[in-house]
């Protein structure tokens, strides 16, 4: 296992478009988190899924955003009707949860989005 | 809402010398963790070294360690013999029980050569 995967890396799409974007996590983690960070910005969270249960979202994930994990191992984010604000990077993470002892989580290399 | 401050948008060292860089964080929980991330130039996100609140002992890693200061609400990483390939974008996280992990909006370290 090489660690979070992310495809793909870069996304050029029109205004208006659907973009999915897929995560795959390091195998033996539960947990699987989904970030946006924009240029000079921390992550901000999005949500969140223990196994295939997606346990939190955050504000920031509007009607136009939805995220899967069908079978508990990878994920996929779906933004639908993109707008230009959407442009970011787009990061996935995975740890185990707080009860299986690992606390730090595990970043792939992102997904940048930019929507023209 | 936990939140997570880092005061510092930019900081520079010169090659071989001791930086700092400051966090302070928000929350009523006492039982957390606290990380420092370190995200390079058009590169993923790595750890750098890690706290538990229930620990006084302030954690090290080589030439990483942390001053952590509970009742303060403070968690500060200090790079020794600074080196070029510390120059990133390093960010305080915090996290809580089950939950996720809040981030601050970072600090970029410049390293003089």
């Known amino acids: 296992d090489t660690g979070v995967s992310q495809d793909p890396r870069h996304k050029i799409t029109k205004r208006g478009q659907n973009v999915t974007f897929r995560c795959d996590p390091i195998s033996e983690h539960n947990r699987l988190y989904w970030y946006r960070q924009t240029l000079g910005q921390g992550p901000e969270f999005l949500t969140y899924f223990q196994n295939e249960a997606q346990l939190e979202k955050s504000r920031l994930l509007s009607d136009r955003f939805s995220a899967e994990r069908p079978k508990g191992s990878f994920s996929t984010l779906e933004i639908q009707r993109t707008e230009q604000g959407d442009s970011a990077m787009y990061l996935c993470?995975?740890?185990?949860?707080?009860?299986?002892?690992?606390?730090?989580?595990?970043f792939g290399q992102g997904t940048r989005l930019t929507v023209v | 809402a936990q939140t997570v401050t880092q005061s510092q948008p930019e900081m520079s060292v010169q090659e071989a010398e001791t930086v700092t860089l400051s966090c302070t964080y928000d929350?009523?929980?006492?039982?957390?963790?606290l990380f420092w991330y370190k995200q390079p130039p058009s590169r993923q996100m790595i750890l750098v070294i890690r706290?538990?609140?229930?620990?006084?002992q302030n954690a090290t890693e080589n030439r990483f360690s942390v001053n952590f200061q509970k009742a303060a609400k403070s968690f500060s990483l200090k790079i020794s013999d600074s080196q070029l390939g510390d120059a990133a974008m390093y960010f305080c996280?915090?996290?809580?029980?089950?939950?996720?992990?809040?981030f601050g909006a970072g600090t970029r370290l410049t390293v003089k050569p």
């Open positions: 706290q538990e609140a229930y620990k006084q």
């Open positions: 996280a915090y996290r809580r029980n089950n939950n996720d992990m809040r």
């Open positions: 929350t009523s929980e006492s039982d957390y963790y």
């Open positions: 993470a995975s740890s185990l949860s707080w009860d299986r002892g690992l606390r730090e989580a595990f």
